[in-house]
């Protein structure tokens, strides 16, 4: 069973944690900002982690980790963390606004600690119209296409509407489950290796203790 953890990045309220609850068939305790200052300022502060579990096209199964990283400034140690346990990017990218101060230093991020494969996802779709949609999709693509990284697709989605359901989610789990069959992941050739973890992750359970994740 191939496992691949995706990283989501971008800047701060581009709706990565609204992406991340819509496509994920389980969610982590400590995934979707349970922190009580990510709910009272609206920002994630950790990182999150939950799944989405698929069997692929040639019948085996897989999970797909998504990594929900905080896009504040201040939290750049924390964004750091979580690029380095992943395999690939998932930049999520305001339509309204495009690429903007965080986006560009998760660009830089992803260079630095070599992540090469990026699936672009242009949300809030719904607050632009076609043309403009189409203006910052070639805007971004063309400064991506000036980076070390690896541009394997682009969509358009509205996570979290001001009206109606989310939109062009379908296409969007289309794109990524491609993505993921396209890139390598750290587990890839590894059965006869040592297991070595590294910690990424702590949170308490109530009646249960400390818990520990790792990659």
Do not use: W, Y
């Amino acid at each position: 069973m191939k496992n691949v953890s995706i990283g989501v990045l971008g800047h701060v309220d581009c709706g990565k944690t609204s992406l991340v609850r819509v496509l994920s068939t389980t969610l982590s305790t400590a995934s979707l900002d349970r922190h009580p200052q990510s709910r009272s300022r609206g920002i994630t502060l950790d990182l999150g982690f939950s799944c989405i579990d698929r069997v692929d096209d040639h019948g085996v199964s897989q999970t797909i980790t998504l990594v929900d990283c905080p896009g504040h400034a201040t939290l750049l140690r924390t964004i750091i963390c979580g690029s380095r346990i992943v395999d690939g990017m998932m930049l999520v990218v305001d339509a309204s606004k495009g690429i903007q101060t965080q986006t560009a230093e998760c660009i830089v991020i992803a260079e630095v600690v070599n992540i090469k494969n990026v699936l672009v996802v242009f949300n809030k779709t719904d607050l632009v119209d076609e043309a403009s949609l189409r203006a910052t999709e070639q805007k971004v693509l063309k400064t991506l296409a000036r980076t070390k990284l690896h541009v394997r697709a682009s969509v358009g989605v509205a996570a979290a509407p001001r009206e109606g359901i989310a939109l062009g989610i379908e296409s969007l789990e289309q794109k990524l489950f491609q993505f993921v069959d396209s890139i390598p992941s750290h587990s890839s050739g590894a059965e006869d290796r040592i297991t070595v973890v590294a910690v990424d992750h702590v949170f308490p359970i109530k009646g249960q203790g400390t818990i520990l994740t790792g990659t």
